[in-house]
């Protein structure tokens, strides 16, 4: 007789269960439902406070990626919370608002030009082409215009006023002039409200107001332009008095007499610009002037007498601007003025990120004999430098 001791669900050689719905009912049942009983009570707190974890930290995720993109996209000049950062040279903002403080004094820049050896050609240069008597130009643009002229008499056909009105004119009050350069240094100076506070500014081609008032002013009365860099954005021409044309080809003359009379270049024409150039400024004919060409040439002849390498260097229009505002004020100030060479990685201009050493691929201008020049200008106070980068 065989007498059974234990009945057993598993194989014994490999431990798999012969009689798994045996061994589901009369075994694992219990132990699970026991496990269930122990469990409930306390699953349902358990996982609501995963949940509310769980979002939680997507909030405070979202909070700090937020605090790290949105800078990204919006550029740290145009946000709100710039508005309330400290400038960054205090001392230079003091002078500029005790120099605005005093009263102008007359002829000032002329007393102070007259030491230097430069003198003789800065003053009494016209500043805009009259119409009234026609012009033997014995050199071509941009320091005559010699070959050019049918083109100016069809520009200066449309201009209503094309010489220096009353309101630019010396006579009268003292005149206080700031011409608005393009530098970097002028990035974060808070001079903004102090610029709007001259008699005339003058700001040189593209360099915008829009978006950049706080260090850079939002008034123009000159704005000096070629075609290629005039603004194409109608906000930068919204509180401008004048724009002059600098000629560099006679084309751009051309181009003067579209944007006045509103009558498009032709395809053609357009064709011989190096970068598309706007078709329409929202100005009125007698707000348009051309700069004359003697401006630019007595400017290149002084800066010849600090050059170390002869030749036919064309000088800045910011160089230009300067001896421009030398005929129309009694008191210059310069912002935004000075590029610093040693520092390649500095900002060239302050309204993009472009970097300084971008200026040593360029072959046109003296940008050392520049520096030179306006650097015995500040010293003779014959100008002041608001930004102190010179």
Same mark, same amino acid.
């Given at each position: ?19 798994p719905? @045996?061994?589901?009912? @009369?075994?694992a049942?219990p ?17 609501l ?30 946000l ?21 403080s ?5 002829? &000032?820049?002329?007393?102070h030009?007259k030491?230097?050896?430069c ?7 016209p500043?805009?082409?009259?119409q %009234?008597?026609?012009?033997a ?5 941009p ?15 449309s ?5 220096l ?41 593209n360099a ?22 005039a ?14 044309l ?8 051309? &181009? ?15 064709? &011989? ?17 051309i700069?004359?060409? %003697?401006?630019?040439?007595?400017t ?18 910011? @160089?230009? @601007? ?10 210059v ?11 390649p ?29 306006l ?16």
């Amino acid at each position: 007789m065989v007498t059974l001791n234990r009945l057993s669900v598993e194989d014994p050689d490999d431990g798999f269960s012969l009689l798994p719905e @045996a061994a589901q009912t @009369a075994v694992a049942a219990p132990v699970i439902q026991r496990q269930q009983e122990l469990k409930e009570p306390h699953s349902r707190p358990f996982f609501l406070s995963r949940t509310k974890n769980l979002v939680l930290s997507l909030v405070l995720l979202t909070g700090c990626y937020s605090a790290i993109l949105i800078p990204a996209y919006f550029p740290l000049d145009k946000l709100t919370v710039n508005d309330h950062q400290q400038p960054k040279d205090l001392a230079l903002l003091n002078r500029s608002a005790s120099l605005l403080s005093s009263p102008c004094q007359p002829r &000032w820049c002329l007393d102070h030009l007259k030491p230097l050896s430069c003198s003789a050609g800065l003053l009494d240069i016209p500043v805009f082409v009259q119409q %009234e008597t026609p012009v033997a130009w014995d050199l071509s643009p941009p320091l005559g215009l010699q070959g050019s002229e049918g083109h100016l008499a069809l520009a200066l056909a449309s201009l209503p006023q094309p010489g220096l009105p009353p309101s630019l004119g010396k006579e009268g009050s003292c005149r206080r002039c700031v011409v608005v350069g393009s530098g970097g240094v002028l990035q974060g100076s808070h001079l903004g409200s102090h610029i709007d506070q001259y008699d005339i500014i003058i700001r040189l081609n593209n360099a915008p107001v829009s978006g950049f008032e706080r260090d850079a002013g939002s008034r123009t009365t000159v704005r000096l332009v070629y075609p290629e860099a005039a603004p194409h954005s109608p906000d930068e021409y919204r509180e401008t008095t004048m724009v002059a044309l600098v000629v560099f080809k006679s084309l751009d003359l051309d &181009w003067l007499t579209s944007v006045i009379t509103k009558q498009p270049l032709s395809f053609w024409s357009k064709m &011989w610009f190096w970068r598309e150039v706007v078709d329409d400024i929202p100005l009125r004919p007698e707000n348009f002037r051309i700069l004359h060409p %003697e401006i630019i040439h007595k400017t290149g002849q002084v800066l010849q007498t600090y050059t170390v390498n002869q030749g036919k260097m064309v000088p800045t229009l910011g @160089a230009s @601007a300067v001896v421009m505002a030398f005929q129309l004020c009694d008191q210059v100030s310069l912002a935004g003025f000075g590029y610093d060479m040693h520092h390649p990685e500095a900002r060239l201009h302050y309204y993009e990120t472009i970097r300084m050493d971008a200026m040593k691929a360029q072959v046109v201008h003296d940008v050392s004999a520049e520096k030179l020049f306006l650097r015995e200008l500040v010293a003779a106070g014959a100008v002041t430098d608001l930004t102190g980068a010179l």
